[in-house]
């Protein structure tokens, strides 16, 4: 069974950088066909795509980012422990919202981490 | 873009309802929809815009393709209150519309 487990402070300052990590159960982060997504939820924007990673060719990983968070965004797969994390520098009020990391495969995001709350606050 | 509508709809158990998503361009069938409950995170309920996923029960329906696609939910059930979500695969990035409320 896959299970997504996310983990990282859910309170960041302005200007500071948000980290967060998704351990993957079930499943391993190199998996052929599969890709490792962050995905944020806020009132005001709905559903939001913010990254991807996943291995491309033989030790070659692929990365993709969101318009609105390239620069600040880096993705992050570690295969010796399974998972793979966000950081996202320079946080503003703007980036407070719930994370996601998620699951693609065939189109679609069939398994989710339970979620982050993030708080951007001094 | 993603547009979704309504952003709120109030019903009452056992009614119909019909959600909708229009693209922007078209997605072919590219099209998934999804139920989000208050806490959780959002389930796939229909891929490929009418294919249901595992579990799913029959009375939630999708149609559409191209620019403009329906979830049908027929006999609505107290647990069917949440919210739900569209999402285009084919033009990359993947893109979600604001989402629909089915209220009480």
């Known amino acids: 069974q896959i299970h997504l487990q996310q983990s990282g402070p859910g309170l960041v300052k302005p200007s500071q950088t948000l980290s967060l990590t998704c351990a993957i159960f079930?499943?391993?982060?190199?998996?052929?066909?599969?890709?490792w997504d962050w995905i944020r939820q806020s009132p005001s924007r709905g559903l939001e795509w913010l990254g991807r990673?996943?291995?491309?060719?033989?030790?070659?990983?692929?990365?993709d980012y969101a318009v609105s968070v390239k620069g600040r965004m880096t993705i992050n797969p570690d295969t010796s422990k399974n998972h793979f994390s966000l950081q996202l520098k320079s946080v503003t009020p703007d980036d407070a919202a719930m994370y996601y990391c998620?699951?693609?495969?065939?189109?679609?995001?069939?398994?989710w981490g339970q979620g982050t709350l993030v708080t951007v606050s001094s | 873009v993603m547009t979704q509508s309504p952003a709120t709809l109030s019903v009452s158990p056992g009614e119909t309802v019909t959600l909708s998503c229009r693209a922007s361009?078209?997605?072919?069938?590219?099209l998934v929809w999804y139920q989000q409950k208050p806490g959780q995170a959002p389930r796939v309920l229909i891929y490929?815009?009418?294919t249901r996923a595992i579990g799913i029960p029959a009375r939630f329906s999708g149609s559409g393709s191209g620019t403009e696609f329906t979830l049908t939910i027929s006999s609505l059930q107290s647990e069917d209150f949440a919210l739900y979500h569209c999402?285009?695969?084919?033009?990359?990035?993947?893109?979600f519309g604001q989402g629909t409320k089915v209220e009480i």
């Open positions: 361009q078209s997605v072919s069938s590219n």
């Open positions: 998620a699951r693609a495969s065939g189109g679609r995001y069939g398994y």
């Open positions: 490929g815009a009418s």
């Open positions: 999402q285009q695969n084919n033009n990359w990035p993947w893109t």
């Open positions: 079930g499943d391993s982060v190199s998996t052929n066909d599969i890709a």
């Open positions: 990673t996943n291995l491309a060719s033989k030790s070659k990983w692929y990365y």
